[in-house]
């Protein structure tokens, strides 16, 4: 808790009206990593229709409505920030003019906006052979604003590079190995600034110290005379400086490495490396962190490591749950506000929802098909069996009928009908068909809810759940779900063709917003 303002929380909401709950002037930095403008044609990145309706509520419009979107969300942030806080904004340069601007005229006290960082994010594209008629992109931008004159400001050094070394540092001290440079003893402005003129090593200056203070220099081995009559020098030693004050475009930053073991499969997931960077320059340890895009967490998982309070907020239920699993890994334990916690919640899920909702409920993996999927919609966790998801009521026998096909397609023995609840032909014909090779398991979406949280609070309670009353089919469901299952790392990649098609979850929104739509 910090202030008034619980830490430690992901929110699964549209940033906006939970950024208007918070109260003012809580939040010590501010990190995000908006949509980029340039990437509109690819924003549906974990395959959910809450990102499609942020989607199309963001892009409908152009660029105008984009960074009045955008501006909406900065005048918040910046309502939440601490007089001492920071805000550093990531974005492309095909919008970064616009939000600029936009930025400006929040932040509009003189000298508040600091810095356009530029990040080298890749290396040289080779494309040109191809018919790229244009410069390379290979940078990002982060505009970094405060919101005062006094902010949180921790330095940071970066290496000197080989050339700085060689042409500065081409001293070595006998014995010891150290690098050393020469530095100026003399008084600048000589005895107009009050200089005392005395001898050092045979030689007659207006120096900058004390004779006394001198003579402790010499005495310590700091003072160089490289040849008699020379005048005496500092000895600056390499290892006893800081390195360069970090500039504004950085290029020691590397991009994640495609098999390195902090990438969760997010297309625009940002190094860890940058996140330490800007956490680390404008936050102290116990200060509160915010990031209102999460998307796979990078940011609060850094900002937990490095022992500050975060919050994360993120539309997607797939984004935040993977969240919660890799800040947990980092001892956070976090809490998870927004998800379906009751059967009404479950109830105002979109169609693709509830099928993500089900099939991850189980940890199982979806079907790579979602139109034409064969009566498919997922697979469940240890045998890979075939799941069905209907958000109906009193499913019916020809649904049971045609699941049982599906399975044999699928070359199953069992398969598992999710739905809020059955009629009297459909448990009659389940029955039936567990006497064939292609059992049908059914069940409700109420018992689902209830198991997995039973199975989720035993865990991290580190108890068994009591399920001793439960029912066969359910069970057979939630087979080897928990334990470590539950906290593999990193998620396991989706299989081709598992995220929806745009177009299908453009369709399933537009249907729930106005059922007369039929494009």
Known sequence: MAGLIETGVLYRDDNLPRLREFPAECIDLVYLDPPFFSNRRYEVIWGDEAEVRSFEDRWEGGIGHYVQWMRDRLVEMHRVLKPTGSLYLHCDP??????????????????QFRSEIIWKRSSAHSDTKQGRR??????????????GEDWTWNPIYTPYDEDYLNAFYKHVEPGSGRRYRLGDLTGPGGASKGNPSYEV??????????????????????????????????????????????????????????????????????PEA?????ITASSDRGQLVLDPFCGCGT????????????IGIDISPKAVEIMKV??????????????????????????????????????????????????????????????????????????????????????????????????????????????????????????????????????????RPDLG??????????????????????PPPLPPG???????LMASVRAERDPTRTD
């Open 94 to 111: 095909s919008a970064s003019h616009y939000l600029k601007v936009a930025l400006d005229s929040i932040f509009s006290s003189p000298g």
């Open 274 to 278: 940058l996140m330490d960077r800007i």
């Open 469 to 490: 009353s439960e029912t066969p089919d359910l069970m057979a469901l939630f087979q080897g779900v928990g334990g470590r299952a539950r906290r593999a790392w990193p």
């Open 326 to 463: 890799r800040v947990d890994r980092e001892g956070a334990n976090a809490r998870v506000e927004g998800l379906p916690q009751t059967m009404e919640d479950v109830r105002k899920l979109g169609h693709f929802e509830f099928q993500d909702w089900v099939v991850q409920r189980v940890q199982g993996v979806p079907s790579a098909k979602k139109s034409g999927d064969m009566g498919i919609d997922g697979w469940s966790f240890l045998e890979r069996l075939p799941i069905q998801v209907k958000q109906s009521e009193s499913v019916g026998r020809n649904v049971v009928d045609n699941f049982e096909t599906a399975i044999r397609r699928a070359e199953k023995h069992k398969g598992f009908l999710v739905a809020y609840s059955f009629g009297k032909g459909a448990v009659e014909e389940a029955a039936r068909s567990k006497q064939t090779d292609a059992a049908v398991h059914l069940v409700k979406a109420s018992d689902l809810l209830r198991v997995a949280d039973l199975i989720e609070s035993a865990e991290y309670a580190n108890q």
């Open 498 to 504: 598992a995220k929806r098609p745009v177009k299908e």
């Open 134 to 147: 244009q410069h390379g992109r290979i940078h990002d931008v982060i505009l970094f604003y405060t919101k």
């Open 201 to 270: 090593m045979g030689v007659t200056r207006y120096w900058r110290y004390s004779r006394e203070k001198m003579q402790e220099l010499i005495d310590q081995g700091r003072v160089v005379q490289v040849k008699p009559g020379a005048v005496p020098a500092y000895k600056r030693y390499l290892d006893e400086m800081p390195g360069v004050p970090l500039q504004d475009v950085w290029t020691d930053v590397a991009p994640i490495g495609a098999r390195a073991a902090e990438r969760v499969g997010y297309p625009t997931q940002k």
């Open 299 to 310: 940011t609060i998982a850094v900002a937990q490591r490095l022992r500050r309070d975060w």
